[in-house]
């Protein structure tokens, strides 16, 4: 909002179809004022995206929110949000390079961090979380770049990709939490034998993971270049994003559902209706996927002619994220418990190293400003506390000297009148 | 039509409201003073041997104030909100030795603060049905903490809005002595030294009004509209600006609200949260900016500064706070800080934004106020480290918990939203960093928020807190009512009309009627903004 109420002020509209065109030409604009709007405007729909370091707030509470809720937040959410910025990318693309070279920094940044912490650790909905963090990020980026590189041009890929992404990481979330509310554990290590005993959840577990890993392909091969050190960066987290989707189905679904206290494997089923919401979201999300690979669906979306990329462009990056199944699965099927006590280890340290960064925040910023705040709370009590006391003393002192005889109490100021004077003149002094 | 167009577009020349106009009175306004002062001056005289008319008592305070809204609602409806000038006037001589007259009328802020008070009013009766002790004297000196603020409200005369001003403070502090809880003398005298201060600065500041203007009356048709140089218009305005900061309050004139909204009976705490603080903002509307527009640009930056510092240190310090009451406290803060803001842009989408805020955060800090009263009482603990899971068992606060945690951020399809656009989208072009700060603020407060909701009401079930029971029936009405008008103004801000046409179901659309003077009062500030039509030439 703050975004929008800058442009507001700066521009007296905040509608799309009359500010675009004045963006450089209303009177007393500047390339500062644009720069500060679009960073705010970044930081508002990065914080919508969830992209990273703005995604606790999902990672948090996915854990512990009812997984429907948690599913349609980071599905739609993501949609509403990567619109979003799709539509104001020609803000974007009117402030000036260095904005947007930071921006395409933060967004492959954003992509890459999200996409390795999702290996980390066995917390499996949090997992699909970041995720699909890292490919709204990848899509983030492809619609910023093809906004500046060829005026968006290739940017609607972007927001094709996440249309393909949300269902999926709707489906995965629910399959997932099926999976995890039968056999009552949030841990992957704990999980297993999904395959066996809960096939239409783990199928669609599956479903939703392969298009989860695939989804940012169209874009990629859309709207960017394979050879571009951006391009690098994005098909690294494109990797690393296939191979957190798929990891979550190889836990969950094969090795051996062990038996634990007041926990009997024989007892998990799969629970009825497990044929419904996530297969048909997976089937969804294929769909979309499937059609964000043709420029008919992207000359659909925003109404514009879009050719079509060389074959070898969607075969490079399908194959990246056909590379990152196959790095996920190989771990897997040498050794399923090695591969998840490696992620458990560094899922431990990396929570260890975000109380420490939380405690520090804490101790060094929270802290010290509510402490401030707090003795500012105090302080003022007890400063007007005394103010009062002092009045109550004074007053008191009127009473007493109005009661007081007066002749003795004027002799006796005359009195040290006189001594002040006499010990103040000059003379005395020397 | 988005709503800040639907907004923008009323604030201008707004469109009459059909069947506005068909009923006036002479004494409209009178009524809305003097009944509830008779009502409790008869209740303080009548006999009631052992409480055996309590309840009667408590139905008399409630049909009264129900009485003054039915009366206030005619003339809300009835309210012309295409003139520019005073309505529902009443006006006679009273001490022309000096100029006093007894002046009253109201425009646009007028009313929404006169609103105000009349919801806050009957929510303070229904907050107030569970008192058991000395029913009388309380519901008396609540009727009369009513009168004087409705008279602050419609005073045109310096003089008599000075003595409404002053006289509320005295049964709300005799409301917090005799019914208040443990650190009640304390809070007390916090209130009336602050709140004297505040009247002593007033005093100073309409008495060199008066002077200025050349000494022969005190209605404001007259000090209002003299030309002042800016110097004496600087003094009157620091004058007029302590003593809104001690009203609303301002940080670091705040020093009352911790106490006060902590230990006071929740009635009392709505009726000081609600109307009571808000006067301060509606002094600075009247005097600074509707009366000294070179004191208003020049100090605009001071009140920027000073609804930041009010903002930041709000949510740190509710962020801090261990007692449920004092997070509460610290909040209600936050919502006359946004006005505060909006007053601070000096332009008239800001003014608009503050008036709107009298109603929407009186309000919400009414009801995060009152809900942080209620939850403490009804859960019998304050300490935010023994209270926890308690929403499965108190469903109704939880969810009057939420609303008013939301009300306080501005989330849309709540009255404050638009309160809040528009006073960050004025507050933006002329103050950009108050308003970064502001915003920063609202960004600590939203984290203390979630951090009390999670904790109090969606945190693990504490085994060791005593016993929780859920809001009574007039506890969740009195929350219900100020929740419900936040409500209704956020889902229809132009009131609901009749399908197919323009004519207004029985609303005419708060958004509407407050215009009425706004673009009056705001024509000083209106720059030639840089806009689309600006780019074309």
Not at chain 2, 218 to 229: N, Q, R
């Amino acid at each position: 909002m703050s975004g929008i109420a800058w442009l507001y002020a700066r521009y007296g509209t905040q509608n799309l179809n009359t500010l675009l065109p004045i963006l450089h030409t209303n009177p007393g604009w500047t390339v500062r004022s644009l720069v500060v709007a679009v960073v705010l405007l970044f930081i508002g729909i990065g914080g919508r995206l969830a992209l990273w370091p703005f995604s606790s707030w999902v990672t948090q509470t996915v854990t512990s929110a009812p997984g429907a809720a948690s599913a349609i937040v980071q599905s739609v959410w993501s949609v509403v949000g990567i619109v979003f910025l799709y539509r104001l990318t020609p803000i974007f693309v009117s402030s000036n390079q260095r904005t947007l070279q930071v921006l395409l920094g933060a967004c492959a940044v954003a992509a890459i961090v999200a996409a390795a912490l999702a290996i980390l650790g066995n917390e499996p909905r949090r997992a699909v979380a970041l995720t699909g963090s890292a490919v709204v990020a990848i899509a983030a980026a492809v619609i910023i770049n093809g906004g500046y590189h060829r005026p968006a041009a290739f940017g609607i890929a972007g927001v094709a990709a996440v249309l393909a992404l949300a269902p999926a990481r709707a489906g995965a979330l629910l399959a997932i939490s099926t999976i995890a509310n039968a056999m009552r554990t949030d841990d992957l290590v704990e999980m297993g034998d999904a395959w066996r005993r809960m096939r239409a959840s783990s199928g669609a577990l599956l479903a939703c993971a392969i298009v989860i890993g695939l989804s940012a392909c169209g874009a990629l091969a859309y709207g960017m270049s394979s050879r571009s050190k951006l391009g690098v960066a994005l098909g690294e987290a494109a990797l690393l994003a296939a191979i957190g989707a798929l990891r979550i189905y190889f836990a969950a679904s094969f090795g051996p559902l062990r038996r634990r206290r007041a926990f009997d494997p024989d007892r998990v089923r799969e629970p009825q209706g497990a044929l419904g919401w996530p297969y048909w979201l997976g089937v969804v999300g294929a769909v979309f996927l499937v059609a964000s690979l043709i420029p008919g669906w992207l000359n659909l979306l925003d109404g514009s002619k879009h050719p079509t990329p060389s074959p070898a462009a969607f075969a490079v990056w399908a194959a990246v994220a056909i590379l990152g199944f196959a790095a996920c699965a190989f771990p897997f099927v040498r050794s399923r418990d090695g591969a998840l006590a490696a992620t458990a280890f560094s899922g431990s340290w990396l929570g260890r190293a975000t109380v420490m960064l939380f405690a520090a925040v804490d101790r060094f910023l929270v802290a010290p400003a509510t402490d401030i705040a707090r003795r500012v709370g105090d302080w003022i009590p007890a400063g007007d506390g005394a103010l009062g006391r002092f009045t109550t003393t004074t007053g008191q002192l009127a009473i007493t000297a109005a009661r007081a005889p007066a002749l003795p109490v004027v002799l006796l100021i005359a009195l040290l009148l006189a001594l002040v004077l006499a010990f103040a003149a000059p003379g005395i002094a020397r | 039509m988005t709503l800040l167009q639907t907004i923008t577009a009323a604030t201008p020349s707004p469109p009459p409201a059909p069947g506005a106009g068909l009923f006036t009175s002479p004494f409209l306004l009178s009524l809305l003073i003097w009944v509830p002062v008779i009502v409790a001056v008869a209740l303080a005289f009548i006999p009631n041997p052992r409480g055996r008319y309590d309840v009667l008592v408590k139905q008399i305070a409630f049909f009264t104030n129900l009485g003054l809204v039915f009366i206030l609602f005619i003339g809300y409806n009835q309210f012309e909100n295409f003139l520019p000038t005073m309505q529902y006037e009443e006006k006679l001589p009273w001490l022309p030795a000096i100029g006093v007259t007894y002046h009253l009328g109201i425009d646009g802020p007028g009313l929404v603060m006169l609103l105000l008070s009349g919801l806050t009013g009957i929510a303070s009766v229904l907050a107030s049905l569970g008192i058991r002790e000395r029913v009388r004297p309380y519901f008396a000196l609540l009727l009369l903490a009513q009168a004087s603020i409705n008279g602050a409200i419609v005073a045109r005369d310096m003089f008599v809005f000075l003595l409404f001003w002053g006289a509320s403070i005295v049964p709300l502090a005799l409301l917090i002595i005799g019914w208040g809880g443990p650190r009640r003398i304390s809070a007390a005298w916090r209130l009336v030294g602050y709140w004297g201060l505040g009247t002593a600065a007033l005093a100073v500041g309409a008495l060199a009004l008066y002077a200025a203007a050349g000494g022969r009356s005190f209605d404001m048709d007259t000090v209002l509209k003299a030309s002042l140089s800016p110097r004496i218009q600087l003094g009157i305005s620091m004058a007029m600006i302590v003593a809104a900061a001690t009203r609303l309050p301002l940080f670091p004139l705040h020093g009352w609200v911790r106490d006060v909204l902590a230990e006071a009976p929740p009635g009392v705490v709505v009726a000081v949260a609600g109307a009571a603080s808000r006067l301060g903002a509606f002094l600075l509307l009247r005097v600074l900016i509707g009366a000294e527009p070179a004191a208003a640009h020049l100090l605009s930056p001071v009140l920027a500064a000073l609804a930041a510092l009010t903002v930041g240190y709000a949510g740190l310090a509710a962020l801090r706070a261990i007692d449920i009451r004092h997070a509460g406290a610290y909040l209600a803060m936050v919502p006359g800080a946004i006005t505060v803001l909006g007053l601070a842009a000096v332009s008239p989408l800001g003014i608009a934004g503050s008036v709107l805020s009298l109603f929407t955060g009186g309000l919400a800090a009414a009801l995060i106020a009152g809900v942080c009263a209620t939850l403490a009482e009804r859960a019998q603990a304050r300490s935010v480290l023994v209270l926890g899971g308690l929403a499965p068992r108190m469903p109704n606060v939880a969810w009057l918990f939420t609303i008013a945690a939301l009300a306080l951020l501005g989330v849309p399809l709540l009255a404050s939203f638009g309160t809040e656009v528009m006073t960050f989208f004025g507050a933006f072009k002329t103050q950009p960093i108050g308003a970064f700060a502001v915003a920063a603020g609202l960004g600590v407060t939203a984290v203390a928020l979630a951090v009390l909701l999670a904790r109090v009401l969606f945190g693990g079930p504490n085994p060791d807190a005593p016993g929780v029971s859920d809001a009574s029936l007039g506890e969740t009405w009195y929350l219900g009512l100020l929740a419900g008008a936040l409500l209704w103004v956020g889902l229809f801000p132009g009131g609901p009309k009749i399908p197919g046409t323009e004519v207004p179901l029985f609303d005419p659309g708060l958004i509407n009627q407050m215009a009425a003077g706004i673009s009056d009062m705001a024509s000083p500030y209106v720059l030639q903004a840089p806009g689309p039509a600006a780019a074309s030439q």
